[in-house]
């Protein structure tokens, strides 16, 4: 595939490269992204794409979604209304939904069994390359428990609870029996959970160490934290997980030590931005989501600022899914320049996802995982929020979305 007439951001450049080429070879590997005015021939009857002065990029990440998670009715209709049969074909098309918005990698922290992402490994169906958490893990009552207050339990089948050392040792070993390839644990309680609010810390420090420990011993696997208040964020840096989501409460004390530990910030601000209807949710939520919304938007501003480590992801199933890259926007709402919510979105995504020799940049010898957006984003970054603006999707060299005309074997470059 050779794709002409493009301005190029390759995810770790500062600047575009206006009037690009980028060609893959038949294995899906990049032999050629640069000046056009540089590039070599095309290779004879190569398919060619004539990007129309539109902008390519790296194919996106999401670090942070719940794929099978609906995000348009209630925890309680999805786990107990819904056929499981339907259940599966429904996350199968969101999967498909969320690769045509861009999304070529994601993340997925709780939710969706591992078989998912062999599908998609395997061909079988569309949708981002995945590395999935499948479950979540907290005390009784902390922000995994879904015990409803009528006393019923919602039973979610990805939900562990454990409440000391051996316990929660015990809960990583069966998700990561279950294939997780990430440990997700909640250190704070939550905005959206019952029992708790976002100061509490929910994990303590000696059993989030032993999951780190746990996840470490097992082929050195990441854990992510649930975390956001300050006190749950805080333990989770000093405990030694690779990744801080929502970060909400975190000051410059835990920005400092994120960058001490090499960790990342995955502020999924798309949660915050996104109006609350309080006639759809419980008020105790409504309350809290309030409460939390200013706080979350200086105090990540801030981080920002500061120059931590951001990786960007949505907490799509709480936000909307398929409208993924909204998050870039936000992101340069609360102070990011455009190239910085890109490359959050790519390469430093890539870097967290442990993947970044082989994608989330533009580059000769990486995998032709890759986007075209109408327009240029970076004079007005909310055109990647549109899917109707990503006009091509490609993974490996593989075509996926394709809105253009094309011709095959051209001999213009
Ligand atoms: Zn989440």
């Not at 575009?16 to 540089?38: F, H, K, N, S």
């Not at 794929?67 to 999967?95: C, H, K, Y």
């Not at 390359?129 to 979610?156: C, E, F, I, M, W």
Request: with cysteine; hydrophobic share 40%.
């Amino acid at each position: 595939m050779r794709v002409r007439n493009v301005r190029l951001i390759d995810g770790v450049s500062a600047q575009a490269v206006q009037d690009a080429v980028l060609e893959c070879g038949d294995d899906g590997r990049i032999t050629y992204a640069g000046p056009a005015a540089r590039a070599p021939e095309p290779r004879p009857g190569v398919r060619t794409i004539d990007g129309q002065g539109g902008t390519l990029l790296p194919g996106l990440f999401d670090c942070h979604t719940h794929l099978g998670v609906p995000s348009d009715r209630s925890l309680v209709e999805a786990a107990l209304l819904t056929d499981p049969v339907l259940g599966v074909l429904q996350t199968t098309e969101r999967m498909k939904r969320t690769l045509d918005a861009g999304v070529t990698s994601a993340r997925d922290l709780g939710g969706l069994p591992a078989g998912f992402r062999d599908a998609v490994a395997a061909g079988l169906v569309p949708g981002p390359r995945l590395q999935t958490s499948v479950g979540v893990l907290s005390h009784t009552g902390g922000h995994a428990d879904g015990t409803l207050p009528g006393g019923k339990s919602l039973d979610l089948d990805y939900c562990e609870i454990a409440d000391d050392v051996p316990g929660v040792r015990k809960a990583a070993r069966r998700m990561l029996r279950a294939g997780a390839d990430l440990v997700k644990i909640c250190t704070s309680g939550g905005i959206s959970s019952a029992h708790d609010d976002p100061d509490d810390q929910d994990l303590l420090d000696e059993e989030i160490a032993a999951v780190v420990d746990e996840a470490r011993r097992h082929r050195g696997r990441p854990v992510a934290a649930h975390a956001q208040g300050r006190a749950g964020v805080l333990a989770a840096i000093r405990g030694g997980v690779r990744s801080v989501e929502h970060g909400f409460g975190i000051d410059d004390e835990g920005c400092d030590l994120l960058g001490e530990r090499g960790a990342f910030l995955v502020p999924t601000l798309s949660t915050v931005f996104q109006p609350l209807d309080p006639r759809k949710t419980t008020p105790w939520r409504y309350q809290k989501k309030l409460r939390w919304n200013e706080r979350a938007k200086e105090n990540i501003a801030a981080a920002i600022a500061r120059g931590v480590d951001i990786a960007a992801g949505t907490d799509a199933g709480i936000s909307p899914h398929g409208g993924n890259l909204s998050e870039l926007s936000y992101l340069v709402e609360l102070g990011m320049s455009p190239m910085a919510a890109i490359r959050a979105a790519t390469s430093a995504s890539a870097r967290l996802l442990g993947v970044e020799d082989t994608l989330g940049t533009l580059r000769a010898g990486y995998a032709a995982d890759l986007v075209l957006c109408a327009g240029d984003p970076l004079r007005d970054i909310g055109l990647l929020s549109a899917p109707e603006q990503i006009v091509l999707v490609a993974q490996q060299g593989v075509v996926r979305k394709l809105t253009l005309p094309e011709r095959s074997g051209s001999c213009q470059t």
